[in-house]
């Protein structure tokens, strides 16, 4: 059953919220893939840009974040 925004998410409480994105079937994000022997480390700096711009067009703040080879993390304040 899906549940609304203001259900999930009291800022009151924390402002502050831990976000995870995942690639599926042993894609990967960047770094080297062992299997192929490609290097897919050029995506990091895209990546990084991505979320400057994301942050400065909504209203969060990027208070850390980790790019690992297939998936990140990311640790969001809401503004």
């Given at each position: 059953?899906?549940?609304s925004r203001?259900?999930i998410?009291?800022?009151e409480t924390?402002?502050?919220y831990?976000c995870?994105?995942?690639?599926?079937?042993?894609?990967?994000?960047?770094?080297e893939?062992?299997?192929?022997?490609?290097s897919?480390?050029?995506?990091?700096?895209?990546?990084?840009?991505?979320?400057a711009?994301?942050?400065n067009?909504?209203?969060i703040?990027?208070?850390?974040?980790?790019?690992?080879?297939?998936?990140y993390h990311?640790?969001?304040?809401?503004?």
């Open positions: 059953m899906t549940r203001k259900t998410i009291d800022l924390t402002p502050y831990h995870i994105s995942r690639c599926v079937r042993r894609a990967f994000l960047c770094g893939d062992h299997f192929s022997g490609q897919y480390e050029h995506r990091r700096e895209w990546i990084v840009g991505r979320l711009y994301l942050a067009t909504f209203a703040e990027i208070a850390s974040y980790a790019i690992m080879s297939n998936h990311l640790v969001l304040r809401v503004d």
